[in-house]
């Protein structure tokens, strides 16, 4: 079991979902006629679409993130099975030389 400082062991991250911002009308653009209300969903268009961006731009960095922290965790598995690989090695190497010098 092989975990950061502060993870139980066995904790299962929850599925990645890519998130998507939706205007609040489920998608459809607002109509051509221009508004005259100051909180207009066609005023703040290009506001939304920034918080798009935004999001993926998070989304994108906190999969960055996770594939970086597996390989970092494979890393650590990796290495301590090669440790136990010399350890064990070594003394089989010790015990073989210490039989033959009896």
Same mark, same amino acid.
């Given at each position: *079991?092989?975990?950061?400082?502060?993870?139980? *062991?066995? &904790? =299962?991250?929850?599925?990645?979902?890519?998130?998507?911002? &939706?205007?609040?009308?489920?998608?459809?653009?607002?109509?051509?006629?221009?508004?005259?209300?100051? $909180? *207009?969903?066609?005023? &703040?268009?290009?506001?939304?679409?920034?918080? /798009?961006?935004? /999001?993926?731009? %998070?989304? =994108?960095?906190?999969? /960055? $993130?996770?594939?970086?922290?597996?390989?970092?965790?494979? /890393?650590?598995?990796?290495?301590? %099975?090669?440790?136990?690989? %010399? %350890?064990?090695?070594?003394?089989?190497?010790?015990?073989?030389?210490?039989? $033959?010098?009896?």
């Amino acid at each position: *079991c092989v975990r950061e400082r502060g993870e139980p *062991c066995g &904790q =299962s991250r929850p599925p990645e979902s890519p998130p998507s911002p &939706q205007p609040p009308n489920g998608g459809a653009r607002p109509p051509a006629v221009p508004c005259r209300e100051p $909180q *207009c969903l066609c005023r &703040q268009e290009a506001l939304l679409r920034h918080v /798009a961006t935004i /999001a993926n731009t %998070f989304h =994108s960095h906190r999969a /960055a $993130q996770r594939r970086y922290e597996d390989w970092k965790r494979l /890393a650590r598995v990796m290495d301590r %099975f090669f440790l136990g690989i %010399f %350890f064990s090695m070594a003394l089989v190497m010790s015990l073989l030389v210490l039989v $033959q010098a009896l």
